[in-house]
């Protein structure tokens, strides 16, 4: 298995695979229609656009903006189109219209927030228009997303007091808000209590469980606490995430923590084989696990086996030579070693000073430098040293308390002991606590830290087996609204997530779910066409699935290459098999699979049936062209421009089954006749139907006649029409560039005019 990388969310790729919403019908609005060519258009160049391209679907997105101000997916479209070209301004403008269509949504808000917050000069201008957001009405998830904004421009100015007032604020608005949660572990200093980092710890892990760092840091501290039981819990989770995200080793550094709890668990077989791996694997690590491991041998009885290890590690640093070529954490381990395994002060003292020199905050660092001042009889500048890490240091502690004890001073080595926070229940620096005749001061974790455990009681380790069993958490389902579609129909498609579970499942690209779903298409009819990876279709309002919630979104899928075959062949049937998969990955290879709680659905079966071309269907396919219902006209010139371009391609041999002889002059005589019709509408229908046909010169003629008619979108789907000629258009398309009324109809002209002046290497900005 390789590794993957998650499938990117937004801008030009998106914007070409995305399915775009449909009303609740058969048919499709005019801005719909207008969609979907743009989705049409992208589908169809993907991989190959051009800066024609891009702004072809530019335009048409403002164009069904025009027709349908309240048409979401074009303003979310051309919200990524903005972001992808920089235009910030646009961006904003999409942000708005998005949020004044629907104000409860959660990702516009999000978004509208953060380009709000970067247009504003100074840190008190961005926190006065905060707060003016803040105080106007908002849902308790936006003003939740608002304090944690605020929040983040206090912990800028390290006002830790202020931060950590709006995190909790946010946090009451909104438990599940990412950006507070995260923040609360970014508001933490010396003055924190480990209950509060744990806490606020075990609340990230609880949204984000995937990512490695977090659950290891969560892990680390129970484990330094005593909660063994719970931090193995944490440790197991930590490897599971860094396995399913990386499909590697994990670091030393967490294999020599995870040593150490399984210790203290008592399971001694697999921390020595934990140990030897590192050194094994990590030069840069094998001091420590030596070290480790040559105590943890010589604590079992296993001196035969632990001798070796002190040799080995007597081998390695007798070759340092020259303290300025080595790194400093090897002249720490070095003279922690002639401290502790093989006494040599002086040497341990010329060590530790070395390693000083270089990292003088160091807390490893300092304990050593304490421990070799010790051993060289300056137990003034050892207790300097030692005496301000001593309580979190259990070496640290010792080796202070072992100074008093050594002046016949007991109470004060008890007192030294009892300070030490967390005091150690196993490894090294215990055995050495143990050794002191001092009364024990380790206590149950629990009653000693009982904020901690209650913390652990607020969190809910069940989340990781969402790796596991993702549908355990999420029920993603997909239908369509009929098994049965006519030609001229939408293809529609419904994808549903619900949170079965009790625990609220972030959204996003970099959260616990992804929201997209990656559909793929198999059509039986004249033959077997693939669509694999065809496109995509992503729930992108909510940025959280809260327990119970479900959330819905329906698209057409008729778009791209499925389209053309199916208005290829509008009288043969059409077999369609659909799959879609949730949160998809895409290998270094190329290869997609189900990403973090991703799961594949389908196949989901249905049939585009074949017209029928009886006398009476054919007469009442006519009949309907002419119809006073937009719906049932739209369909029949749809199925009308369908048959004639059926006709067209069995005419040249491009067709596998011979197609029922329908008249194709009087298809194309009502088709002329619509392009002649009052009904600017019916116009634009028809024109945008062309794309099934072939163009004679009578179609082009009426198609040109329409480039002088008074509404903007007829002219600006002539202009579509007429460009399948090419620079045989040139003339006249440069002359629309200048002269027509309407900047969308100058803009796809110029467009246009310069796409075909343009050599064809260019490509559109990926």
Same mark, same amino acid.
């Given at each position: 298995?390789?590794?993957?990388?998650?499938?990117?969310?937004?801008?030009?790729?998106?914007?070409?695979?995305?399915?775009?919403?449909?009303?609740?019908?058969?048919?499709?609005?005019?801005?719909?229609?207008?969609?979907?060519?743009?989705?049409?258009?992208?589908?169809? !160049?993907?991989? %190959?656009?051009?800066? !024609?391209?891009?702004?072809?679907?530019?335009?048409?997105?403002?164009?069904?903006?025009?027709?349908?101000?309240? +048409?979401?997916?074009?303003?979310?479209?051309?919200?990524?189109?903005?972001?992808? !070209?920089?235009?910030?301004?646009?961006?904003?403008?999409?942000?708005?219209?998005?949020?004044?269509?629907?104000?409860?949504?959660?990702?516009? @808000?999000?978004?509208? +927030?953060?380009?709000?917050?970067?247009?504003?000069?100074?840190?008190?201008?961005?926190?006065?228009?905060?707060?003016? /957001?803040?105080?106007?009405?908002?849902?308790?998830?936006?003003?939740?997303?608002?304090?944690?904004?605020?929040?983040?421009?206090?912990?800028?100015?390290?006002?830790?007091?202020?931060? =950590?007032?709006?995190?909790?604020?946010?946090?009451?608005?909104?438990?599940?808000?990412?950006?507070?949660?995260?923040?609360?572990? $970014?508001?933490?200093?010396?003055?924190?209590?480990?209950?509060?980092?744990? =806490?606020?710890?075990?609340?990230?892990?609880?949204?984000?469980?995937?990512?490695?760092?977090? /659950?290891?840091?969560?892990? +680390?501290?129970?484990?330094?606490?005593? @909660?063994?039981?719970?931090?193995?819990?944490?440790?197991?989770?930590?490897?599971?995430?860094?396995?399913?995200?990386?499909?590697?080793?994990?670091?030393?550094?967490?294999?020599?923590? @995870?040593?150490?709890?399984?210790?203290?668990?008592?399971?001694? #077989?697999?921390?020595?084989?934990?140990?030897?791996?590192?050194?094994?694997?990590?030069?840069?690590?094998?001091?420590?696990?030596?070290?480790?491991?040559?105590?943890?041998?010589?604590?079992?009885?296993?001196?035969?086996?632990?001798?070796? /290890?002190?040799?080995?590690?007597?081998?390695?640093?007798?070759?340092?030579?020259?303290?300025?070529?080595?790194?400093?954490?090897?002249?720490?381990?070095?003279?922690?070693?002639?401290?502790?395994?093989?006494?040599?002060?002086?040497?341990?003292?010329?060590?530790?000073?070395?390693?000083?020199?270089?990292?003088?905050?160091?807390?490893?660092?300092?304990?050593?430098?304490?421990?070799?001042?010790?051993?060289?009889?300056?137990?003034?500048?050892?207790?300097?040293?030692?005496?301000?890490?001593?309580?979190? #240091?259990?070496?640290?502690?010792?080796?202070?308390?072992?100074?008093?004890?050594?002046?016949?001073?007991?109470?004060?080595?008890?007192?030294?002991?009892?300070?030490?926070?967390?005091?150690?229940?196993?490894?090294?620096?215990?055995?050495?606590?143990?050794?002191?005749?001092?009364?024990?001061?380790?206590?149950?974790?629990?009653?000693?830290?009982? $904020?901690?455990?209650?913390?652990?009681?607020?969190?809910?380790?069940?989340?990781?087996?969402?790796?596991?069993?993702? $549908?355990?958490?999420? %029920?993603?389902?997909?239908?369509?609204?009929?098994?049965?579609?006519?030609?001229?129909?939408?293809?529609?498609?419904?994808?549903?997530?619900?949170?079965?579970?009790?625990?609220?499942?972030?959204?996003?690209?970099?959260?616990?779910?992804?929201?997209?779903?990656?559909?793929?298409?198999?059509?039986?009819?004249?033959?077997?066409?693939?669509?694999?990876?065809?496109?995509?279709?992503?729930?992108?309002?909510?940025?959280?699935?809260?327990?119970?919630?479900?959330?819905?979104?329906?698209?057409?899928?008729?778009?791209?290459?499925?389209?053309?075959?199916?208005?290829?062949?509008?009288?043969? +049937?059409?077999?369609?098999?659909?799959?879609?998969?949730?949160?998809?990955?895409?290998?270094?290879?190329?290869?997609?699979?189900?990403?973090?709680?991703?799961?594949?659905?389908?196949?989901?079966?249905?049939?585009?049936?074949?017209?029928?071309?009886?006398?009476?269907?054919?007469?009442?396919? @006519?009949?309907?062209?002419?119809?006073?219902?937009?719906?049932?006209?739209?369909?029949?010139?749809?199925?009308?421009?369908?048959?004639?371009?059926?006709?067209?391609?069995?005419?040249?041999?491009?067709?596998?089954?011979?197609?029922?002889?329908?008249?194709? =002059?009087?298809?194309?005589?009502?088709?002329?006749?619509?392009?002649?019709?009052?009904?600017?509408?019916?116009?634009?229908?028809?024109?945008?139907?062309?794309?099934?046909?072939?163009?004679?010169?009578?179609?082009?003629?009426?198609?040109?006649? !329409?480039?002088?008619?008074?509404?903007?979108?007829?002219?600006?789907?002539?202009? =579509?029409?007429?460009?399948?000629?090419?620079?045989?258009?040139?003339?006249?398309?440069?002359?629309?560039?200048?002269?027509?009324?309407?900047?969308?109809?100058?803009?796809?002209?110029?467009?246009?005019?310069?796409?075909?002046?343009?050599?064809?290497?260019?490509?559109?900005?990926?």
């Amino acid at each position: 298995m390789t590794q993957s990388r998650r499938l990117p969310c937004a801008l030009f790729l998106m914007l070409l695979t995305h399915i775009c919403a449909v009303a609740d019908s058969t048919g499709r609005t005019t801005a719909e229609m207008l969609l979907d060519l743009a989705r049409d258009h992208g589908l169809n !160049c993907a991989g %190959k656009q051009t800066r !024609c391209d891009v702004e072809h679907i530019h335009i048409l997105l403002r164009a069904a903006t025009r027709v349908d101000p309240d +048409l979401v997916p074009a303003h979310t479209w051309l919200y990524e189109l903005a972001q992808l !070209c920089g235009d910030e301004a646009a961006a904003a403008r999409a942000l708005t219209e998005l949020l004044r269509i629907d104000p409860t949504n959660e990702v516009a @808000f999000a978004r509208w +927030l953060d380009a709000g917050v970067r247009a504003q000069q100074t840190v008190e201008q961005r926190r006065k228009w905060l707060n003016a /957001v803040a105080a106007a009405e908002r849902t308790p998830v936006q003003k939740a997303q608002v304090h944690a904004h605020l929040a983040r421009l206090n912990l800028e100015q390290l006002d830790l007091p202020a931060a =950590r007032q709006h995190i909790a604020t946010a946090l009451a608005l909104d438990a599940a808000n990412i950006d507070a949660v995260l923040l609360a572990t $970014e508001a933490h200093d010396d003055s924190t209590t480990p209950a509060d980092r744990a =806490r606020d710890l075990l609340r990230l892990v609880q949204l984000r469980p995937h990512v490695f760092e977090y /659950v290891w840091q969560a892990a +680390l501290l129970f484990d330094r606490y005593g @909660f063994v039981a719970d931090a193995e819990v944490l440790f197991d989770a930590a490897l599971l995430a860094h396995v399913e995200q990386t499909l590697d080793t994990p670091p030393a550094a967490f294999q020599l923590d @995870f040593t150490r709890n399984r210790m203290a668990r008592g399971r001694l #077989d697999d921390a020595i084989s934990l140990l030897r791996d590192v050194i094994r694997r990590d030069p840069h690590a094998a001091a420590e696990a030596g070290h480790l491991l040559h105590f943890l041998l010589a604590s079992t009885g296993q001196s035969e086996q632990a001798e070796p /290890v002190r040799q080995q590690l007597a081998r390695r640093f007798a070759e340092l030579r020259t303290p300025e070529d080595v790194p400093t954490n090897e002249l720490a381990q070095a003279a922690w070693f002639y401290c502790t395994l093989s006494a040599q002060p002086d040497r341990a003292l010329m060590l530790a000073r070395a390693a000083t020199k270089r990292a003088p905050e160091d807390g490893f660092v300092q304990r050593v430098l304490g421990w070799a001042l010790a051993a060289n009889a300056e137990p003034d500048a050892a207790r300097a040293v030692l005496e301000p890490i001593a309580t979190s #240091d259990p070496y640290a502690g010792y080796r202070l308390a072992m100074l008093a004890a050594e002046e016949d001073d007991q109470d004060r080595a008890r007192r030294i002991v009892a300070a030490i926070d967390p005091l150690p229940i196993s490894g090294p620096a215990a055995s050495l606590l143990g050794t002191m005749d001092l009364p024990p001061a380790a206590t149950q974790p629990a009653l000693r830290y009982p $904020e901690m455990q209650k913390a652990l009681q607020h969190f809910d380790p069940r989340i990781f087996a969402f790796f596991a069993e993702p $549908e355990q958490f999420v %029920k993603a389902s997909l239908t369509v609204a009929d098994r049965s579609t006519d030609p001229g129909d939408a293809w529609w498609l419904q994808l549903d997530l619900t949170n079965r579970s009790p625990i609220p499942i972030p959204l996003g690209p970099d959260e616990l779910l992804n929201p997209v779903f990656l559909i793929s298409i198999r059509m039986q009819g004249d033959r077997t066409r693939e669509y694999g990876a065809l496109g995509t279709v992503s729930i992108d309002h909510a940025r959280t699935l809260r327990p119970g919630q479900s959330i819905s979104v329906r698209r057409t899928i008729d778009i791209g290459p499925p389209r053309r075959a199916s208005r290829s062949t509008p009288q043969h +049937l059409q077999r369609i098999s659909l799959t879609a998969m949730l949160a998809p990955e895409q290998s270094p290879a190329g290869e997609w699979g189900p990403g973090l709680g991703g799961q594949t659905l389908g196949p989901l079966n249905f049939n585009r049936i074949p017209v029928s071309t009886s006398g009476t269907a054919i007469r009442a396919i @006519f009949a309907a062209a002419a119809a006073d219902s937009p719906a049932r006209q739209a369909r029949a010139i749809e199925v009308l421009t369908e048959l004639l371009g059926e006709q067209q391609r069995a005419t040249i041999g491009h067709l596998t089954y011979t197609p029922t002889q329908i008249s194709a =002059r009087r298809i194309q005589r009502i088709l002329i006749d619509l392009l002649a019709g009052d009904d600017w509408k019916v116009r634009v229908r028809t024109l945008a139907a062309l794309a099934n046909v072939g163009l004679d010169r009578e179609l082009v003629t009426a198609v040109e006649r !329409c480039l002088a008619h008074e509404h903007w979108l007829v002219r600006l789907m002539s202009l =579509r029409v007429l460009a399948r000629l090419g620079p045989q258009f040139l003339e006249q398309t440069e002359r629309i560039s200048q002269t027509d009324p309407d900047e969308l109809c100058r803009a796809l002209a110029a467009a246009l005019v310069d796409d075909w002046r343009t050599p064809k290497q260019e490509s559109a900005p990926r």
